[in-house]
């Protein structure tokens, strides 16, 4: 009756262990589909790269310091002339 006892509880050991990997198995293959659909939505939702997105306002903070600058050119120059030239109403 011992070996019949024992036969059992291997028995029911091996089960648990075959559910456990089926368990694992079926973790790894939903992390599998979540992180497919994950890229997926990233990938439709049209984001750009946190490297791209500091090169642009880098790049549009120099532009702003660039047209203040030739904004206070064009009003010194303006000044120069004597006031703001009249514009021409006839197309060129």
Do not use: W, Y
């Not at 979540?34 to 997105?53: K, M, N, P, T, Y």
């Not at 203040?68 to 000044?79: P, Q």
């Amino acid at each position: 009756m011992t070996q019949t006892r024992n036969r059992v509880f291997d028995d029911i050991a091996r089960l648990f262990t075959g559910a456990a990997g089926a368990a694992e198995g079926l973790r790894h293959e939903i992390e599998t589909i979540f992180h497919s659909q994950a890229e997926r939505l990233v990938a439709g939702l049209d984001l750009v790269a946190r490297e791209e997105f500091d090169a642009v306002r880098e790049m549009a903070q120099i532009a702003r310091e660039e047209n203040v600058a030739l904004k206070a050119r064009i009003e010194a120059l303006e000044a120069a002339l004597g006031g703001k030239p009249q514009r021409k109403n006839t197309p060129e």
